[in-house]
């Protein structure tokens, strides 16, 4: 649901109203179907450096969560995950793998629709929640 790109300036030369490079580094913005083509910056949470600020496992994971709309749910650790991420993993759970995948390819068509943040936050916490059980679904049982 997230990728990352690095561009060496030094190698390749990129353009656009928000001048990567400038203001320091590391240049950090984000891109989707809300911030267009030129993307919006990374917004600190702290005092700190952005290097050192991001290099916090907690503020990096919460940027990837907000920025991408994505969750951090764990199912292997519900103390991870929502109510409403558990409720829908409850409802999941006992479906075929057949199944998981053709939901799974429902919401990721939904995706490229444009929706409301909190909507597209919503669509990317199902999206976890179904990778998840499908890998379940996947996995070799053990035998007795």
Do not use: H
């Amino acid at each position: 649901m997230v990728t990352f790109g690095d561009v060496n300036l030094q190698q390749a030369s990129i353009g656009g109203p928000y001048q990567a490079g400038a203001g320091g580094w590391p240049t950090v913005r984000y891109f989707n179907k809300e911030t267009g083509d030129n993307g919006a910056p990374y917004k600190k949470k702290t005092p700190k450096a952005m290097c050192d600020e991001l290099g916090d496992d907690k503020y990096m994971s919460e940027y990837v969560t907000e920025a991408g709309s994505t969750s951090t749910c764990t199912l292997a650790d519900e103390s991870t995950c929502t109510e409403k991420e558990l409720g829908f993993a409850a409802k999941w759970t006992d479906k075929s793998a057949a199944e998981l995948e053709a939901q799974t390819s429902r919401l990721r068509g939904m995706s490229a629709g444009s929706m409301k943040p909190e909507l597209r936050a919503w669509l990317g916490q199902r999206l976890n929640v179904l990778v998840q059980l499908s890998e379940k679904a996947a996995a070799p049982k053990d035998e007795v």
